[in-house]
């Protein structure tokens, strides 16, 4: 049932109405979910296959809601399942490195000042300043209106800024507030933009909205790389997960990202496989490699090596790369590093051995 | 000592739809040394930053040194290891590396009728009379001290059995002691569990048990016997005796009266038989091979011995094209691979609605990639060896039988180790009921993918064999889980999972799966006068 609903439109509907749907949908038609093989051999640009989607309110819920379910039990088993693997060694300082290079610094506070962000940066082009080996973070994450600050103080480095955006974290603004909001952080230099999908039209079943409001986003981003956030903690069930994923990919997310931060539950391992599998799938459907952000509440560098472990045995070695995969962290960055100091040195360091941010 | 890995779609063909073999593996024992841990994953060129190797997983291995193995270890009467009255001992090895392990005394009949007449003493004048509070005291402490020791039981197991330490470590060893902390909590409460007001033990159980989870199997067999009343002499698996003679170390240590319990360690054609047979036994407990059950059922005719028998099965792993897909993946994986396949209720018959049938064996095929084999004490193995060499060959001639009868064979590529008893993961596409594959229990990690096209056929098919001791459904669809479960002439049924187990879960077959259950309040009954 629900992969048909994936891979084929039921004869006759929807034909007249979308004279482009028929053929468009071919791709999909056989391709029985995320049988490689065969999609390989038809695979077409995202925005050509998902063109038409969501030009009616109904074509979109279809696919959304065929989608395969995701048992809860089996998924939350398989996520504890692969948290028992045991990184030791080689193993560990690499996972631990990787981690590092993952790394979204990042402070969203109301009491952010220049002088915060500026000292954010700092760590974040030399996370160890005692140890010029370890690498740089991914990103520094801050609001809009720090941007022009983060952009001066990582000019040089490969450290890339990224602004939250369209009314971040509730998203409950208009769209024009929310676009007026992406053009801000464009404009002062953000290399990456991390968007909230509506979750209130999301959870009354207004799929449309949100993916136009994907769509929207992307375009006001121009060059810079979109991340969606799916604020999973407020979507609940994993069945929801999987569609908001698909729904910020088919609007052309760059990463797909699970939580604002601000929101209890935030990245868990469950939702982060659900989220790979989808990506998973999708790439398989579409050629495109999306990545995935797990952010809010992961403070230790066992909980990211975790998070590994699942990319690696979900996607696979691909999104073991920080241009496919992040953690959106800030204290999690010295708890790596003083691992990583630990598996060198053989012992631990004290915490005040870490520069804090 | 990776071999190419093919790509997907060299794999899979589209105009034919079959799916073909890998032939570098498939004939099963490629070099390789053990504790080399290659996951059975295709390698991707590494991305990122220059110089970075791919994740590959260090050597976690489980610390071996926590177990103290003996040279040689006797018999477990009355309270007391003693070596057997006839001296005979035999050996038990490693069956990841074919290492000897430890030298076990091989009982005789002599020795039998020792334990026999100890347990009946024990039953008569100590463990019958005591009150059931007290009877549940032994057992809860059991229960603890099998926690206390659980790293040194589940080492013990892995290196004994060949399986996985994960699968020791979180199943075998946590369920054993479930299952003496649930019966623990029967023990005072039998006049309320419905069988009269004044239920009465059977008397001397005699409790033979198989190789594929040894200690959860004697807590499974011990646990109710001893709550109601019984007192019991159990036969291990000649090739797994370890942890049933360390159960027997934590019996004394829990200062159980001597005679309650008695492990005669041997062959089961010598010391088995004789203890069935022997007049001194009231109760015949069995879980093992269905051959041998319908022996000890023609044995035990006209005796007035009770009976339970717990024997093979061919279950029915069925898919319906709603399901969980990514879920039903895990299943599928869990339900025949889990412990090598050796589980008499593996999902051994995986039935997948043709409509999605390409998609699950894409799917299934990109997730045993990732089945790590190798080492069994190494904390990231999957899937460990097979217990002993008559076992391999009867995989492996079952396999041959699957290839000859046309079934398309498909294994990961993986290196084995080159020494131990090893069989790769293994899927059998094209797969129709008349073939051997699809009848016979393979007991080994080998899946036979079989379709159907209605709810119906998926009944007819699933229910088409001699065995019926399990089966898992896999639909978002309630309602269609509840009919099937009605049809299904399976003990077990599992609604989107598979090889879950619960002391309070009562688990046993129809047919030639055997007679009687364990588990739950019904498994008292197994030792209950009722």
């Given at each position: 049932?629900?992969?048909?609903?994936?891979?084929?439109?039921?004869?006759?509907?929807?034909?007249?109405?979308?004279?482009?749907?028929?053929?468009?949908?071919?791709?999909?038609?056989?391709?029985?979910?995320?049988?490689?093989?065969?999609?390989?051999?038809?695979?077409?640009?995202?925005?050509?296959?998902?063109?038409?989607?969501?030009?009616?309110?109904?074509?979109?819920?279809?696919?959304?809601?065929?989608?395969?379910?995701?048992?809860?039990?089996?998924?939350?088993?398989?996520?504890?399942?692969?948290?028992?693997?045991?990184?030791?060694?080689?193993?560990?300082?690499?996972?631990?490195?990787?981690?590092?290079?993952?790394?979204?610094?990042?402070?969203?506070?109301?009491?952010?000042?220049?002088?915060?962000?500026?000292?954010?940066?700092?760590?974040?082009?030399?996370?160890?300043?005692?140890?010029?080996?370890?690498?740089?973070?991914?990103?520094?994450?801050?609001?809009?209106?720090?941007?022009?600050?983060?952009?001066?103080?990582?000019?040089?480095?490969?450290?890339?800024?990224?602004?939250?955006?369209?009314?971040?974290?509730?998203?409950?603004?208009?769209?024009?507030?929310?676009?007026?909001?992406?053009?801000?952080?464009?404009?002062?230099?953000?290399?990456?933009?991390?968007?909230?999908?509506?979750?209130?039209?999301?959870?009354?079943?207004?799929?449309?909205?949100?993916?136009?409001?994907?769509?929207?986003?992307?375009?006001?981003?121009?060059?810079?790389?979109?991340?969606?956030?799916?604020?999973?903690?407020?979507?609940?069930?994993?069945?929801?997960?999987?569609?908001?994923?698909?729904?910020?990919?088919?609007?052309?997310?760059?990463?797909?990202?699970?939580?604002?931060?601000?929101?209890?539950?935030?990245?868990?391992?469950?939702?982060?496989?659900?989220?790979?599998?989808?990506?998973?799938?999708?790439?398989?459907?579409?050629?495109?490699?999306?990545?995935?952000?797990?952010?809010?509440?992961?403070?230790?560098?066992?909980?990211?090596?975790?998070?590994?472990?699942?990319?690696?045995?979900?996607?696979?070695?691909?999104?073991?790369?920080?241009?496919?995969?992040?953690?959106?962290?800030?204290?999690?960055?010295?708890?790596?590093?003083?691992?990583?100091?630990?598996?060198?040195?053989?012992?631990?360091?004290?915490?005040?051995?870490?520069?804090?941010? | 000592?990776?071999?190419?890995?093919?790509?997907?779609?060299?794999?899979?063909?589209?105009?034919?739809?079959?799916?073909?073999?890998?032939?570098?593996?498939?004939?099963?024992?490629?070099?390789?040394?053990?504790?080399?841990?290659?996951?059975?994953?295709?390698?991707?060129?590494?991305?990122?930053?220059?110089?970075?190797?791919?994740?590959?997983?260090?050597?976690?291995?489980?610390?071996?040194?926590?177990?103290?193995?003996?040279?040689?270890?006797?018999?477990?009467?009355?309270?007391?290891?003693?070596?057997?009255l006839d001296?005979?001992?035999?050996?038990?090895?490693?069956?990841?590396?074919?290492?000897?392990?430890?030298?076990?005394?091989a009982a005789g009949t002599a020795d039998v009728d020792l334990a026999v007449e100890a347990a009946g003493?024990?039953?008569?004048?100590?463990?019958?009379?005591?009150?059931?509070?007290?009877?549940?005291?032994?057992?809860?402490?059991?229960?603890?001290?099998?926690?206390?020791?659980?790293?040194?039981?589940?080492?013990?197991?892995?290196?004994?059995?060949?399986?996985?330490?994960?699968?020791?470590?979180?199943?075998?060893?946590?369920?054993?002691?479930?299952?003496?902390?649930?019966?623990?909590?029967?023990?005072?409460?039998?006049?309320?569990?419905?069988?009269?007001?004044?239920?009465?033990?059977l008397g001397v159980a005699g409790q033979v048990i198989?190789?594929?989870?040894?200690?959860?199997?004697?807590?499974?067999?011990?646990?109710?016997?001893?709550?109601?009343?019984?007192?019991c002499v159990l036969k291990?698996?000649t090739?797994?005796?370890?942890?049933?003679?360390?159960?027997?170390?934590?019996?004394?240590?829990?200062?159980?009266?001597?005679?309650?319990?008695n492990?005669l360690t041997g062959a089961g054609s010598v010391a088995g038989a004789a203890l069935v047979a022997h007049p001194g036994i009231d109760k015949v407990a069995f879980?093992g091979?269905?051959e041998i059950g319908k022996d000890l059922q023609r044995a035990l005719a006209g005796t007035g011995k009770h009976l339970t028998l717990?024997?093979?099965?061919?279950?029915?792993?069925?898919?319906?094209?709603?399901?969980?897909?990514?879920?039903?993946?895990?299943?599928?994986?869990?339900?025949?691979?889990?412990?090598?396949?050796?589980?008499?209720?593996?999902?051994?018959?995986?039935?997948?609605?043709?409509?999605?049938?390409?998609?699950?064996?894409?799917?299934?095929?990109?997730?045993?990639?990732?089945?790590?084999?190798?080492?069994?004490?190494?904390?990231?193995?999957?899937?460990?060896?097979?217990?002993?060499?008559?076992?391999?060959?009867?995989?492996?001639?079952?396999?041959?039988?699957?290839?000859?009868?046309?079934?398309?064979?498909?294994?990961?590529?993986?290196?084995?180790?080159?020494?131990?008893?090893?069989?790769?993961?293994?899927?059998?596409?094209?797969?129709?009921?008349?073939?051997?594959?699809?009848?016979?229990?393979?007991?080994?990690?080998?899946?036979?993918?079989?379709?159907?096209?209605?709810?119906?056929?998926?009944?007819?098919?699933?229910?088409?064999?001699?065995?019926?001791?399990?089966?898992?459904?896999?639909?978002?669809?309630?309602?269609?889980?509840?009919?099937?479960?009605?049809?299904?002439?399976?003990?077990?049924?599992?609604?989107?999972?598979?090889?879950?187990?619960?002391?309070?879960?009562?688990?046993?077959?129809?047919?030639?799966?055997?007679?009687?259950?364990?588990?739950?309040?019904?498994?008292?009954?197994?030792?209950?006068?009722?």
């Amino acid at each position: 049932m629900q992969s048909e609903a994936m891979t084929t439109v039921p004869s006759g509907s929807g034909a007249p109405d979308h004279p482009d749907l028929e053929q468009s949908s071919r791709p999909l038609t056989g391709t029985a979910g995320a049988g490689s093989s065969i999609v390989r051999a038809t695979k077409r640009p995202v925005g050509e296959i998902f063109a038409e989607m969501g030009r009616s309110e109904s074509d979109l819920r279809r696919f959304l809601l065929g989608l395969p379910g995701v048992d809860q039990v089996g998924a939350e088993a398989r996520a504890a399942s692969l948290a028992t693997r045991s990184i030791k060694t080689t193993a560990k300082l690499w996972a631990l490195e990787m981690a590092v290079s993952m790394v979204d610094l990042t402070t969203l506070e109301g009491a952010d000042t220049p002088g915060k962000v500026m000292s954010l940066c700092a760590k974040a082009r030399r996370p160890d300043p005692g140890d010029p080996s370890v690498p740089p973070v991914a990103a520094v994450c801050v609001y809009p209106d720090l941007v022009p600050v983060a952009k001066r103080a990582l000019a040089g480095s490969s450290v890339k800024v990224a602004s939250v955006a369209t009314a971040f974290p509730s998203g409950r603004a208009s769209l024009g507030v929310k676009l007026a909001d992406v053009r801000d952080a464009v404009v002062a230099g953000a290399d990456e933009v991390d968007m909230v999908i509506d979750r209130g039209a999301f959870l009354s079943g207004r799929y449309g909205l949100v993916l136009d409001e994907v769509r929207a986003v992307k375009q006001a981003c121009g060059q810079a790389h979109l991340k969606v956030i799916l604020e999973t903690g407020e979507l609940d069930t994993y069945d929801n997960v999987r569609r908001a994923s698909y729904l910020a990919m088919v609007g052309g997310a760059d990463f797909i990202k699970t939580s604002t931060g601000k929101v209890s539950p935030a990245a868990t391992l469950p939702v982060a496989l659900v989220m790979l599998e989808a990506v998973r799938d999708f790439a398989e459907l579409t050629g495109a490699l999306v990545g995935v952000k797990v952010a809010g509440g992961i403070r230790n560098a066992k909980d990211a090596i975790r998070y590994l472990v699942i990319v690696n045995e979900t996607v696979g070695e691909a999104w073991l790369d920080p241009s496919l995969f992040r953690f959106g962290a800030s204290s999690l960055l010295n708890d790596l590093l003083m691992q990583r100091s630990k598996q060198l040195s053989g012992s631990y360091a004290g915490t005040e051995d870490f520069s804090i941010a | 000592m990776t071999k190419s890995y093919p790509t997907q779609e060299s794999e899979h063909d589209l105009e034919t739809g079959s799916i073909k073999s890998d032939d570098a593996v498939g004939k099963g024992e490629g070099a390789g040394l053990i504790g080399q841990h290659e996951p059975c994953s295709p390698k991707l060129p590494a991305t990122g930053r220059a110089g970075q190797a791919v994740f590959e997983y260090a050597p976690a291995p489980e610390s071996r040194s926590i177990v103290h193995l003996q040279s040689s270890y006797g018999l477990f009467i009355d309270g007391a290891f003693v070596e057997p009255l006839d001296g005979k001992a035999y050996k038990t090895e490693n069956p990841a590396t074919e290492e000897l392990l430890a030298e076990i005394a091989a009982a005789g009949t002599a020795d039998v009728d020792l334990a026999v007449e100890a347990a009946g003493r024990a039953q008569k004048t100590v463990w019958g009379p005591m009150s059931g509070v007290e009877r549940a005291k032994y057992l809860f402490r059991i229960a603890r001290i099998i926690q206390e020791r659980s790293r040194e039981l589940a080492v013990l197991e892995s290196l004994d059995n060949g399986k996985p330490i994960r699968e020791s470590r979180d199943v075998d060893v946590p369920l054993a002691a479930a299952h003496f902390f649930y019966y623990a909590g029967w023990a005072d409460k039998l006049e309320y569990a419905g069988f009269g007001p004044d239920p009465q033990p059977l008397g001397v159980a005699g409790q033979v048990i198989p190789w594929n989870f040894p200690l959860m199997m004697a807590a499974w067999k011990l646990a109710p016997a001893l709550a109601a009343g019984n007192t019991c002499v159990l036969k291990p698996a000649t090739t797994t005796p370890l942890t049933a003679l360390l159960l027997a170390e934590i019996i004394q240590q829990a200062d159980l009266p001597p005679g309650v319990v008695n492990v005669l360690t041997g062959a089961g054609s010598v010391a088995g038989a004789a203890l069935v047979a022997h007049p001194g036994i009231d109760k015949v407990a069995f879980t093992g091979s269905t051959e041998i059950g319908k022996d000890l059922q023609r044995a035990l005719a006209g005796t007035g011995k009770h009976l339970t028998l717990e024997l093979g099965g061919k279950a029915a792993n069925i898919v319906f094209e709603d399901a969980p897909l990514d879920q039903a993946v895990e299943g599928i994986v869990n339900g025949i691979f889990f412990n090598q396949g050796e589980v008499c209720c593996a999902g051994s018959r995986l039935l997948v609605q043709e409509s999605i049938a390409e998609t699950v064996v894409e799917k299934l095929k990109r997730r045993l990639a990732t089945l790590r084999v190798g080492d069994p004490l190494d904390k990231n193995t999957d899937l460990g060896a097979i217990n002993n060499a008559a076992q391999l060959d009867k995989i492996r001639e079952l396999a041959a039988a699957g290839e000859a009868e046309g079934a398309v064979r498909w294994s990961p590529a993986c290196s084995l180790p080159e020494r131990g008893y090893w069989f790769p993961p293994t899927v059998f596409t094209g797969v129709s009921q008349a073939h051997r594959i699809a009848q016979e229990e393979i007991f080994g990690p080998v899946l036979s993918v079989l379709t159907f096209r209605t709810p119906e056929e998926a009944v007819a098919k699933a229910n088409n064999t001699v065995y019926g001791l399990s089966a898992g459904v896999w639909t978002e669809k309630g309602s269609r889980i509840l009919w099937m479960a009605g049809q299904l002439r399976a003990g077990v049924v599992w609604a989107n999972s598979f090889n879950r187990f619960d002391p309070s879960s009562p688990f046993g077959g129809y047919r030639e799966s055997g007679f009687g259950r364990e588990g739950g309040r019904p498994g008292l009954a197994a030792y209950l006068d009722v």
